[in-house]
């Protein structure tokens, strides 16, 4: 049994290319959107090992060709959080690194291939952390020019699950399994929240059932649910003859 079951259903919902490049084109702005050649996704090994043998891994990693002449590789790191990281972009810009340096190993004397940061995030009051790497600065500090300059800077794109609507996930181009997936990482927990909002995906559940691999889904779906509903909460979901 696992003991990250957030992370778990994450990766079980997004692992395969064509459903992360669903959620990709969701979040990423226009001009990018466009500018990636999507039938060249594919998933990357997104585990490294630090001279100390200390085991990094990032949650999903994935690499896509650039539309330009020379189909250059841009890589997308997605992460998902389920609780707070004040310092969130410096785990980002730590796992970046580390993808850079295998960059430079497979591909000796090339120019480095950008890496975009993408966070998935469920905290249940919404994001509130930093969403650039400058943000962990003294504002005071960075406000000089001159230094500011000399500061690495990146920007994460944030989707930020507590903000949306239960209409904002299910209008998502996603197949069911995502689409539940992310329905139950922003709800499960609260389970006042997980029973008022029960109902409206109940169609997203019937439809995952039509095949078999559907109902396999639906399967860790409901081992997701029994791992982080409330057990005092549980009665609610057994019939009442049978309780």
């Known amino acids: 049994m696992t003991p990250r079951p957030h992370d778990a259903l994450f990766k079980a919902a997004f692992e395969s290319p064509s459903t992360a490049a669903a959620l990709l084109r969701e979040l990423l702005p226009g001009a990018v959107r466009s500018a990636i050649a999507w039938a060249t996704l594919s998933g990357e090994h997104g585990s490294f090992v630090d001279a100390l043998l200390a085991d990094h891994h990032s949650d ?3 690499s896509a060709r650039l539309r330009t002449g020379k189909r250059q590789l841009v890589y997308f790191l997605l ?16 796992y970046q690194s580390r993808i850079w340096d295998r960059f430079v190993e497979q591909h000796p004397g090339a120019r480095l291939a950008p890496i975009i940061a993408m966070l998935v995030t469920h905290v249940p009051d919404g994001w509130n952390g930093a969403r650039a790497f400058e943000e962990l600065f003294d504002p005071a500090v960075v406000a000089l020019p001159e230094l500011a300059a000399l500061v690495p800077r990146f920007s994460m794109i944030v989707d930020d699950l507590a903000r949306l609507s239960h209409g904002d996930l299910a209008a998502r181009p996603l197949p069911a399994f995502p689409r539940l997936a992310l329905w139950l990482l922003r709800d499960a927990r609260d389970s006042s929240t997980f029973l008022d909002s029960f109902d409206a995906w109940i169609p997203a559940m019937l439809e995952l059932g039509w095949t078999r691999s559907g109902r396999d889904r639906l399967a860790t779906l409901v081992t997701y649910m029994f ?9 609610r979901f057994v019939p009442s003859s049978e309780r």
């Open 60 to 62: 999903l990693l994935f």
């Open 227 to 235: 791992r982080v509903i409330s057990p005092l909460h549980l009665e």
């Open 79 to 94: 992460e998902h959080q389920s609780a707070d990281d004040p310092t969130m972009p410096l785990r980002m810009l730590s």
